[in-house]
Structure formats: C-alpha cells, structure tokens
T-cell receptor
Framework: DAGITQSPRHKVTETGTPVTLRCHQTENHRYMYWYRQDPGHGLRLIHYSYGVKDTDKGEVSDGYSVSRSKTEDFLLTLESATSSQTSVYFC??????????FGPGTRLLVL | DQQVKQNSPSLSVQEGRISILNCDYT??????FLWYKKYPAEGPTFLISISSIKDKNEDGRFTVFLNKSAKHLSLHIVPSQPGDSAVYFCAAKILGSYQLTFGKGTKLSVIP
C-alpha cells in the first residue's frame, strides 16, 4: 500500500466550529486529492493539488478550503462546519495524475 | 449530470461462479478507466485499469473489458471468492486531466 495516513481518523464536532483534516504521504507523489463519500453519491472530489501551493476546486468545493505548503502534506479545512458536511473523507495521491491511491479515511460527524 | 454510471447498486453471486460488474459512461473524452474495491471502514483500493487503446486487460482473476463504441466497460471476476465481497467503483479520466470521475458503486456479495 502507498504510504498515506489521515488524521484524525474519527472526529465529532459541533456546527459552526472550524475543522482541519490532515493527509500525509511518504511517496513524494505530485498530486493529492480530497474526496467525500456519502451514501448514494459514491466518491466526489472536493479539492485537489498538482504541486506545492498549487490547488484547484473539485465538484463539491463549497464550504471547504485546502492548503499544501509541503509535498507530503495536504490539509482540508471546513471553515464553519455544517451538518451537511458529515461524511467520510478520503485523501488520495497520484504520481502522474492517473491511478490514485487512497488513504484509510476520516469519519466526521457534525452535530 | 452523471458521466459514469453503475446502474446495479448490488449484485449477489455464488462462490466459484463469475461476477460481472458493469459501468457505462457518457463522455467520449474519457481515455483511461479504473476499478477500485472498497471494504467497509477502509479506503478504496486500486484493482485494475485499462487504456482506451485496448479492449481487454487481465490481472489474475480480474479482467476488464472496454467497448468504446457502446461506452461500456465491465469487470469480470473468475472464480468469485467470499473475500471479493465489497463495493466496487468504476472511475474514468479524460486525456490530459488528472481528475477521476467515479460511479456510485456496486456492492458485490459472494455467497459461500
């Protein structure tokens, strides 16, 4: 398995609070992605990065921001969490922008 | 507008028989296709891929078939094993892009 870790693995928070999820890779891959998985929706892209400090929006980016200051770390921030952001969040990495390899996921519950 | 469709939410197959998972796409610009397997409480795992210049790719018990004219691909698992029980996602990539578009998944249950 590709060296990808996500932290925290589980989080419970309250509506209106900021939340930051971290993705860390040891593979030195250029591309990193954040997805959310919800029942009936499959995997939907939130944001992605194609290099340090180079990021772009995905399909469901509203309410989320990202930052990548180092190759190995990609942070996803919910500025003010809402109940609709309760989901399972997956980070993925890719060396060439083709096949992606996924982390173990973070389960987020917003009360 | 769903560009990658997995029309069967679930599939049950007897152990030892063939499992066939289907995926349809609408965007003719897709040039690379992938299948992922996902167990509960784990991240998706890459299974097999196929380029649009091929019509078949095989890896052990797993074979992916691509029919470009029908915009259809399928994943065959032979023989099916109980450990294959998982959700399978089809994904596609446009030439020159580095994003994947995923289907909603098909839950495969292999019955011993």
């Amino acid at each position: 398995d590709a060296g990808i870790t996500q932290s925290p693995r589980h989080k419970v928070t309250e509506t209106g609070t900021p939340v930051t999820l971290r993705c860390h890779q040891t593979e030195n891959h250029r591309y990193m992605y954040w997805y959310r998985q919800d029942p009936g929706h499959g995997l939907r892209l939130i944001h992605y990065s194609y290099g340090v400090k180079d990021t772009d929006k995905g399909e469901v980016s509203d309410g989320y921001s990202v930052s990548r200051s180092k190759t190995e770390d990609f942070l996803l921030t919910l500025e003010s969490a809402t109940s609709s952001q309760t989901s399972v969040y997956f980070c993925a990495i890719s060396e060439s922008g083709g096949t992606q390899y996924f982390g173990p996921g973070t389960r987020l519950l917003v009360l | 507008d769903q560009q990658v469709k997995q029309n069967s939410p679930s599939l049950s197959v007897q152990e030892g028989r063939i499992s066939i998972l289907n995926c349809d796409y609408t965007n003719s610009m897709f040039d690379y296709f992938l299948w992922y397997k996902k167990y509960p409480a784990e991240g998706p795992t890459f299974l097999i891929s196929i380029s649009s210049i091929k019509d078949k790719n095989e890896d052990g018990r797993f074979t992916v078939f691509l029919n470009k004219s029908a915009k259809h691909l399928s994943l065959h698992i032979v023989p099916s094993q109980p450990g294959d029980s998982a959700v399978y996602f089809c994904a596609a990539k446009i030439l020159g892009s580095y994003q994947l578009t995923f289907g909603k998944g098909t839950k495969l249950s292999v019955i011993p």
